[in-house]
């Protein structure tokens, strides 16, 4: 179960379906105790806590209120057995949850985390996102309430603040101006945030605009407050006065200068950091965006647009690890090539194309905007086509490849497109994209169920690897090692369901430090029930999976595990036809099989139309990282299914 307070009080159960909590004071006593923090509250003081004046039979609707919530949280309680997650204490009540299941709890553990370590600034980054607005939003103004919420809104400005510092330490900072900002001047008072909105303009190479901000804030606490800075802000601007070694990074963003750098040499940096992975590769995605935006900052659409074209860093997977970021710089190609105009020079216009293409992940879109960027795929190549340029047209045509998900069935056009890649990447001496194509052709190996093409494909990207400094590629192989493993598993004599199992679980512990959070989430359990469809196993239930984006396709099946087949219906009833991606197959193959078990006609019929273009294909093959089996053993289902008569 998951509790979020960050926001509106809400629960959802282990299969990510929200718990219906009842009523306002139902929901009141829940983010009570969650404020608690573990430790029993007595029932007085939640009567006191719920009424300001308490009616007759107040304790009585406590308890009501308590046990309506202990069917909420835990509706698979055998009737007469104690209750493990909201329990009894004494003369009162306490919640038993681990503090990961809590979202306020993960935020309070990763900020204790990160102001002792800055390695913990992903993790704060990404509690600071789960806040969805001021913490129990829709509960009544009492006093306690009011409380947590001061104290919870403290943190929070802490934590930003906390992250910021970190990243500055780091070598972040133009990219921070417009945030720090904006935390300025909405809380005016805290001396911090004067700081760190002036290092981070210092470190943009705004030493004006940095004393400019120090000046603001001296005039701010004197008008509002009667204080002069603090020893902090002064020692700041004399540092800034004087240009103090101090200023520099601790770690430096870049190696090897302490100069500013402009646009085009920041974007040529990030895009050689993209190629190491982990760490390295989110940060050359920040800033790569902060120079996109510098550059349009100057007005001038030719520097934008080189500067946008020039990040051509391969792309494997469909589904974006940062979807914001993706948009924005979508967004800011789209804006160049109208500044352009299609009289612009072809180059850039084919640059800023492609970098539409690849951006715009086919995972993530539908509609007019996945039309789009299949539509700029296709105009990119044809312009490298044209102009003859060898590196042009391999960047387009990992827009092609990104693009080619249209539906499930096209492994072999991708293939022709990997193997182009190979042959042109190999020839011109392009060594990132001759990686890139081979590991396109050890996907479409994998969906074609060629498992020794697959393997063949995964040896050359590591030789590459290997000598081109490419630490990416051998998290990729790992896992397709572990889909044939997988695959095998099945054979007499095989490797066993266990072996596979660990070698998918020692490549998802590769993938957790790779910087590639879209491919990642949700990817290991997706791998294991595809390993227990391959042995007709019911789906794992461990409720510590994070099914990510794949659970409305896991859902009905985890739930007919669960014995609550009328939930595994109401689930298969809402299930969405899956996004364009490399996971296409795999997700129409366990709606089928839902379908089937539960008889819905209706949704196997709809599943067969959608897989029989991919009968020759394996479901889940086409990413290269899992298996659920030949296509055509759960398109003989479907149809089955879907042609019973009552």
Do not use: K
């Amino acid at each position: 179960m998951r509790i979020d307070v960050l926001g509106p009080v809400r629960a959802t159960g282990d299969d990510g379906v929200p718990l219906a909590l009842g009523g306002p004071r139902h929901r009141e006593v829940l983010a009570r105790l969650i404020a608690a923090d573990g430790r029993a509250v007595t029932a007085d003081t939640l009567v006191d806590d719920l009424w300001t004046r308490p009616p007759a039979r107040a304790l009585g609707a406590l308890r009501t209120f308590v046990a309506a919530l202990r069917r909420a949280v835990e509706p698979d309680r055998p009737p007469r057995t104690p209750p493990r997650v909201l329990v009894t204490e004494g003369t009162g009540y306490a919640l038993r949850l681990p503090r990961a299941a809590v979202d306020v709890h993960r935020f309070e553990d990763a900020l204790a985390e990160a102001r002792v370590s800055p390695a913990a600034e992903p993790a704060l980054a990404v509690a600071l996102g789960s806040w969805r607005g001021p913490a129990y939003a829709d509960l009544p103004d009492a006093p306690w309430a009011r409380r947590e919420r001061t104290r919870l809104e403290e943190l929070r400005l802490d934590a930003v603040e906390v992250r910021a510092g970190i990243l500055l330490d780091g070598g972040a900072g133009a990219d921070l101006v417009a945030e720090l900002d904006a935390h300025a001047a909405a809380h005016p008072w805290r001396e911090p945030a004067w700081g760190l909105l002036a290092r981070a303009q210092h470190r943009a190479g705004r030493r004006a605009d940095a004393l400019a901000t120090l000046r603001r804030a001296r005039a701010v606490l004197a008008e509002q407050l009667g204080l002069d800075p603090g020893p902090e802000l002064r020692r700041l601007e004399a540092d800034i006065l004087t240009g103090a070694p101090v200023l520099a990074p601790g770690s430096p963003a870049w190696p090897g200068t302490g100069a500013p750098l402009g646009p085009r040499t920041t974007v040529d940096l990030a895009r050689t950091l993209a190629l190491a992975g982990s760490d390295a590769l989110v940060l050359s995605r920040r800033h790569r965006l902060a120079a996109v935006e510098a550059a349009e900052r100057t007005g001038d659409p030719l520097l934008t647009a080189r500067v946008i074209g020039a990040y051509d860093v391969p792309a494997i997977w469909s589904r974006a690890d940062d979807p914001g970021q993706c948009r924005a710089v979508v967004a800011a190609a789209e804006r160049a090539l109208t500044a352009l105009g299609p009289g612009g020079p072809p180059e850039l216009r084919a640059r800023l194309l492609a970098t539409v293409a690849v951006e715009s992940r086919s995972g993530d879109l539908s509609g007019p905007a996945l039309d789009r960027a299949r539509a700029a795929a296709h105009q990119a190549r044809d312009l490298a086509r044209e102009l003859g340029d060898p590196a042009l047209l391999a960047f387009a045509l990992n827009g092609v490849f990104l693009q080619s998900f249209a539906r499930p069935g096209l492994a072999p056009l991708r293939d022709r497109t990997g193997a182009e890649l190979v042959g042109l990447a190999t020839r011109h001496g392009l060594p990132a994209f001759a990686v890139l194509g081979r590991l396109v052709r050890m996907q479409s190996a994998s969906a074609l169920g060629d498992l020794d093409g697959a393997a063949g494909h995964a040896t050359a990207a590591e030789e590459l690897a290997a000598v081109h400094e490419s630490p990416l590629v051998p998290v990729l192989t790992a896992w397709c090692r572990a889909r044939v493993l997988a695959a095998r598993s099945t054979e007499p004599g095989g490797p066993g369901a266990a072996t596979a199992a660990a070698a998918y679980r020692t490549a998802d512990e590769a993938l957790r430090t790779a910087g590639m959070p879209g491919l990642r989430r949700g990817l290991l359990p997706l791998a294991l029930l595809g390993l227990r469809v391959l042995h007709d196993r019911p789906a794992p239930t461990d409720p510590r999976l994070d099914w990510g984006p794949h659970l409305p396709w896991a859902a009905p099946l985890v739930l007919l595990a669960r014995d609550r087949a009328r939930e595994a219906r109401a689930a298969l009833a809402a299930v969405p036809d899956p996004p364009h991606d490399h996971l296409q197959e795999a997700l129409w193959a366990l709606t089928a099989r839902a379908a089937v078990r539960l008889g819905d006609r209706r949704t196997a019929a709809r599943a067969a139309t959608a897989l029989r273009a991919a009968r020759d294909e394996d479901a889940g093959g086409a990413s290269g990282l899992l298996t659920l089996g030949p296509v055509r053993d759960h398109l003989a289902e479907a149809e089955r299914c879907a042609a019973e008569t009552n």
